[in-house]
């Protein structure tokens, strides 16, 4: 049980600041957690803000067969959070009042209701699960697990509650990631798109060279897929999965996520579609890798930095070369009022000059921009 000096969220995420990586943060929130929060196995996932796919890193912890490496496993685990209804799912957990929950509690103690419990946790021993999502402005930055094995106490109310809370700090320590940027060296030569085909089972069945290379940009998450020797990260599965959901009309939304590479640092963004037999069956999906565009990357920065939705539409008008009279006009503001906003977002982002913000929020993850001295400098 929860003692009172951590009761407080912030206790368990005060310096879990973004000096190291997403992944140094899971482990050192993860150890916290434990202490207040006792559990067995635990699972840890960065996600795309806009759509709600789990991306880069993970990190998991005595999962086992539960997407703990084994490819057939994981990929069931997203089948079952988009193909099938069930309680606690990311999505719905995502736009709840409380954004967290534990399986016991939702099926009143009849955990059996549950397709989840029933295929993956109770045959690897697990007995109950709290899931959480972390968000800050609505928006979902990280997915999280918690397990118990078969015998141990139920999770309860008020660890539910304890795990709720700690919500926006995390996300808000995971979003401050987003800001860093570590652009590829004027000699580095891109692969082109990667494609991988994977039949309706699952199963991949064709891959190009190129999607083996952007795949050695970040460590794989899941077992051996086929023959093949590819080892998956879980932004694939995801992606996978979600397309074939969409397709299935189960869900809807993109099968698209953006990720930072493990490697170098820069953005990629991996994206799905089911392709549809002569009979419209649904039947190969066909899975991209590709580096992801700035106009991509910017909302991600831009939240990072803390804009609020005013301020981004500022920063999308200056970066488009659009004076303060002009904005002003097309928001319907007064020029006062965009100057001040402008004189906000310089603070945030920490730069002076319209062109350094440019530079920073939509070019930043990139080869350097080289922008005409003074063009953009002035506020007014």
């Known amino acids: 049980m929860a003692t009172a000096a951590f009761t407080d969220p912030r206790v368990l995420t005060w310096g879990a600041h973004p000096r190291g990586t997403v992944g140094d943060v899971f482990a050192e929130v993860s150890r916290r957690l434990h202490r207040v929060v006792p559990h067995d196995a635990s699972v840890w996932l960065a996600t795309d803000p806009a759509t709600g796919l789990p991306t880069a890193p993970t990190r998991s912890e005595h999962m086992g067969g539960v997407c703990g490496g084994d490819a057939r496993a994981c990929l069931r685990v ?38 989840r419990y029933r295929e993956l946790l109770e045959p690897n021993g697990f007995g109950d699960e709290l899931r959480a999502v972390m968000r800050i402005d609505g928006n979902p930055w990280v997915f999280g697990g918690l397990f118990r094995r078969h015998g141990a106490p139920a999770f309860t109310p008020a660890e539910t509650t304890l795990v709720a809370g700690m919500s926006a700090p995390v996300a808000a320590t995971v979003r401050e990631h987003a800001r860093a940027a570590t652009p590829p060296g004027a000699g580095d030569r891109d692969p082109g798109p990667g494609l991988l085909v994977f039949d309706d089972a699952g199963e991949l069945v064709s891959v190009n060279d190129d999607a083996r290379s952007w795949l050695d940009e970040f460590p794989p998450d899941v077992g051996d897929a086929g023959g093949f020797g590819v080892r998956l990260p879980m932004v694939a599965v995801g992606a996978l999965m979600r397309a074939r959901a969409i397709a299935a009309h189960r869900d809807h939304g993109m099968a698209r996520a953006r990720l930072r590479s493990h490697r170098s640092g820069r953005w990629l963004v991996c994206h799905a579609s089911c392709l549809r037999r002569s009979d419209g069956s649904v039947g190969d999906t066909a899975l991209v890798i590709e580096p992801a565009q700035a106009s991509e990357i910017a909302p991600i920065v831009a939240q990072a930095h803390r804009l609020s939705v005013r301020e981004q539409q500022i920063t999308q008008r200056i970066a488009r070369g659009q004076g303060t009279a002009e904005i002003a006009a097309r928001l319907h503001l007064s020029t006062h009022t965009v100057r001040d906003h402008i004189k906000a977002i310089f603070e945030k982002v920490g ?26 400098d002035r506020i007014a």
């Open 78 to 115: 997203w089948e079952l959070e988009f193909m099938v209804h069930d309680v606690n799912l990311y999505r719905d957990l995502a736009r709840a009042r409380t954004p967290a929950a534990a399986l016991r509690q939702a099926t009143a103690d009849r955990p059996t209701r549950s397709p």
């Open 351 to 376: 730069v002076s000059s319209r062109g350094a913000l440019v530079a920073r929020i939509f070019a930043g993850h990139y080869a350097p921009v080289h922008l005409e001295p003074g063009a953009h």
